[in-house]
């Protein structure tokens, strides 16, 4: 499950920085079309909401294996 968190935190932060890092060339020297932005941009975004949910629903499971590991749940599968 490590593993599982490691990659819900890398895919948005990574994400984000290659986005930042491409929008700054953009800012200064026009490295693609503005319409190849545009697509660029809805494509980091989507790939950054979608991973933050993964995360929580994982985060979510996680919490809730090890309540019922502990008791506090019943394990009614």
Do not use: C
């Amino acid at each position: 499950m490590k593993s599982l968190k490691t990659i819900a935190i890398a895919v948005p932060l990574t994400t984000l920085v290659l986005w930042g890092l491409l929008a700054l060339a953009q800012l200064w020297a026009s490295v693609v079309s503005n319409k190849a932005f545009e697509k660029l941009t809805a494509s980091a975004a989507i790939v950054i909401v979608i991973s933050v949910i993964t995360s929580i629903a994982i985060r979510a499971h996680i919490e809730n294996a090890k309540l019922k590991e502990q008791g506090y749940l019943d394990s009614n599968d």
